[in-house]
């Protein structure tokens, strides 16, 4: 820690992305995107904005005090 250095990390949970939209396959898509934002307790996955929001602020001055978080975007799965 004297050195400057923070550590912290992002941890995401279920992602709306394109890329997990082609490794389900268009004919799954719809059943398997219900069933993750089922086990969402907001209900719904998440958007890549929103994990990058929280990248940009881990890597702004306004987290200045923290260290050695993890922040969890995940819309409550770590819950469980």
Do not use: C, Y
């Not at 890329?19 to 898509?29: K, L, Q, S, T």
């Amino acid at each position: 820690m004297g050195r400057g250095i923070w550590v912290n990390t992002v941890a995401p949970g279920a992602i709306d992305t394109p890329g997990v939209d082609i490794a389900i396959g268009e004919e799954n898509a719809a059943a398997v995107k219900a069933q993750l934002a089922a086990g969402v307790p907001i209900g719904r996955r998440g958007r890549p904005e929103e994990v990058a929001a929280a990248v940009a602020f881990l890597a702004s001055a306004d987290s200045s005090f923290v260290l050695d978080a993890t922040l969890h975007v995940n819309g409550g799965e770590n819950q469980f």
